[in-house]
Structure formats: structure tokens, C-alpha cells
């Protein structure tokens, strides 16, 4: 694939079962900010499904500022979609250097996107679905996130000391990751904790905080995080903490879990 915006790093990456490329209209306002500029605002948009990637916002180039992208020398070619070329934005002050492309001649398979634009999402400064601000990437149309209350035990061990310990927690379920058990505050040991600089943003969940745990003098990074004010599509994991499955020993009902293995491991 062509665009590393195509395949963006994120928490909680999609891994979509879907073919190699897959089109799906949206009618959700979607607008994408730059220099407090829209540059593109549109109900008839489509989201591109490419393989793994998550999904690309294409903008019909009726509903782009057009007037404000400056065309570039900058050539690729994707055998799924044919030869892009790029265009820098400048609004106002603001300058975005190659920060949009589209198929002027896409093949065959690919001729929904014909005459649309598609923007690099962390070279934009805002996106909006509706009005409500989105993070990190668009959301995935076939992506679920279920949250659960349970009275299972749930028991967290990081080299072996226990760290936190309930019978109350809140499961969430999320398409194909790793189940996440999060807890109340008073079932953590919070003295073995220290908060961490570290912040990432999900856009089905939102801005999360981190902690590292503290085990014997040693700092374990970035194990533990928590949503202060999720967004409200998830509101039951509000100051409930979840420890990283993939770092630490998880006992369920008194059962140690098998460790996942993901791109966190």
C-alpha cells in the first residue's frame, strides 16, 4: 500500500476481515480542519477497507477546497488502485507538504474513488464525524466494542505481587483484540503506581491516561491506563483501570489467562 496513513499506528488497531479493497458509502457529515480552515466537508463520502488497514476517508472533490491544495511532483502506484498524486495544502498560515492525493485514472476495481480526495489524518488539525471531534483515525464500520459488567474474579499479578484484585469488574469486549478487564480505583493498589507522560487517544473509546507500575524498585512502563471521560458511545469504563494482558498475569476465577499474542506483547 502506497500511504502510511493507510496503516496508521494506533492503541487499538482494526485488523479487518474484509478482501483486499472494499468500498463503503457514508452518510455521516465528515469534515477534516486545517489552520481552522474546513478543507473538506461532505455526506458523501467513502470509506476505503484496503486489506488490514483501517479505513480511508475519501471526499468527493465537489465538497474539498480545491482552491486551497497546491499539486505536487510526488507519484505512487498502488496495484489496487493505480497512480496517486498528491497534493500540500496551505489555509491560511498553516502549510500541510503533500498531505492529500487522489486517482486521477484509478483501475477498474477502484472506480468509486475516482475525482476524490483523500487527506493524511495526523496532517490535518481536527476531524469531525457530525459534531463530535474523532481521534486517532476514522472509526471502522464493522468495528464493535461491548462492555460488560461481571462478578468474575479477576486478580492482576505483575511479577508475581498482586497489584489489583476485584469481584466487580466492567469486560470489554473489542473485534479481535485481547478481552480488557478494567476495575475500580479502590481494587487497584494505587501505592504501586505512578502516572505516566504517556497519553493516547482511541476513536471508540478516547483519551487515555497511563500508569507504570512499580514492582521491587523497577518501573514498568506504561502497564495500566485509564479513560477519565471516555466518549460518550463508552461511558461504562469511565475511571476504571485496565492493566496491559499482554505484560502482566491476569487470573480469572482463580485461573491464570493465557497471555495474548498481539502487537503489544
Request: net charge negative.
Given at each position: 500500500m502506497p500511504h502510511p496513513s493507510?496503516?496508521?499506528?494506533?492503541?487499538?488497531?482494526?485488523?479487518?476481515?474484509?478482501?483486499?479493497?472494499?468500498?463503503?458509502?457514508?452518510?455521516?457529515?465528515?469534515?477534516?480542519?486545517?489552520?481552522?480552515?474546513?478543507?473538506?466537508?461532505?455526506?458523501?463520502?467513502?470509506?476505503?477497507?484496503?486489506?488490514?488497514?483501517?479505513?480511508?476517508?475519501?471526499?468527493?472533490?465537489?465538497?474539498?477546497?480545491?482552491?486551497?491544495?497546491?499539486?505536487?511532483?510526488?507519484?505512487?502506484?498502488?496495484?489496487?488502485?493505480?497512480?496517486?498524486?498528491?497534493?500540500?495544502?496551505?489555509?491560511?498560515?498553516?502549510?500541510?507538504?503533500?498531505?492529500?492525493?487522489?486517482?486521477k485514472s484509478p483501475i477498474s476495481q477502484a472506480e468509486a474513488i475516482r475525482d476524490h480526495v483523500a487527506f493524511y489524518w495526523d496532517k490535518m488539525d481536527s476531524w469531525y464525524e457530525e459534531d463530535d471531534e474523532v481521534f486517532a483515525h476514522p472509526r471502522h464500520p464493522f468495528h464493535r466494542v461491548d462492555v460488560l459488567h461481571s462478578s468474575r474474579h479477576i486478580r492482576v499479578a505483575v511479577k508475581g505481587e498482586t497489584v489489583a484484585e476485584t469481584t466487580r469488574p466492567r469486560l470489554l469486549f473489542e473485534t479481535l483484540l485481547p478481552t480488557r478487564y478494567y476495575m475500580p480505583k479502590l481494587d487497584v493498589r494505587m501505592e504501586m503506581l505512578q502516572p505516566s507522560e504517556t497519553v493516547t487517544r482511541c476513536p471508540y473509546k478516547g483519551k487515555a491516561s497511563y500508569f507504570d507500575v512499580v514492582v521491587g524498585g523497577e518501573v514498568l512502563k506504561d502497564l495500566v491506563w485509564v479513560y477519565e471521560a471516555p466518549i460518550p458511545e463508552c461511558p461504562k469504563i469511565a475511571n476504571l483501570f485496565c492493566f496491559l494482558n499482554e505484560k502482566v498475569e491476569i487470573y480469572v476465577d482463580g485461573e491464570l489467562s493465557e497471555v495474548p499474542s498481539t502487537r503489544w506483547s
Amino acid at each position: 500500500m502506497p500511504h502510511p496513513s493507510e496503516t496508521l499506528d494506533t492503541q487499538e488497531t482494526f485488523r479487518s476481515p474484509v478482501s483486499v479493497l472494499r468500498f463503503e458509502p457514508t452518510s455521516r457529515r465528515i469534515r477534516a480542519i486545517l489552520g481552522g480552515t474546513i478543507i473538506a466537508d461532505s455526506t458523501d463520502a467513502q470509506l476505503v477497507l484496503e486489506g488490514n488497514g483501517i479505513p480511508v476517508v475519501y471526499f468527493p472533490m465537489d465538497d474539498v477546497r480545491m482552491d486551497l491544495l497546491e499539486p505536487t511532483d510526488r507519484r505512487t502506484h498502488c496495484r489496487h488502485k493505480g497512480e496517486a498524486s498528491y497534493w500540500s495544502i496551505r489555509a491560511g498560515e498553516t502549510f500541510a507538504k503533500t498531505a492529500a492525493w487522489s486517482y486521477k485514472s484509478p483501475i477498474s476495481q477502484a472506480e468509486a474513488i475516482r475525482d476524490h480526495v483523500a487527506f493524511y489524518w495526523d496532517k490535518m488539525d481536527s476531524w469531525y464525524e457530525e459534531d463530535d471531534e474523532v481521534f486517532a483515525h476514522p472509526r471502522h464500520p464493522f468495528h464493535r466494542v461491548d462492555v460488560l459488567h461481571s462478578s468474575r474474579h479477576i486478580r492482576v499479578a505483575v511479577k508475581g505481587e498482586t497489584v489489583a484484585e476485584t469481584t466487580r469488574p466492567r469486560l470489554l469486549f473489542e473485534t479481535l483484540l485481547p478481552t480488557r478487564y478494567y476495575m475500580p480505583k479502590l481494587d487497584v493498589r494505587m501505592e504501586m503506581l505512578q502516572p505516566s507522560e504517556t497519553v493516547t487517544r482511541c476513536p471508540y473509546k478516547g483519551k487515555a491516561s497511563y500508569f507504570d507500575v512499580v514492582v521491587g524498585g523497577e518501573v514498568l512502563k506504561d502497564l495500566v491506563w485509564v479513560y477519565e471521560a471516555p466518549i460518550p458511545e463508552c461511558p461504562k469504563i469511565a475511571n476504571l483501570f485496565c492493566f496491559l494482558n499482554e505484560k502482566v498475569e491476569i487470573y480469572v476465577d482463580g485461573e491464570l489467562s493465557e497471555v495474548p499474542s498481539t502487537r503489544w506483547s
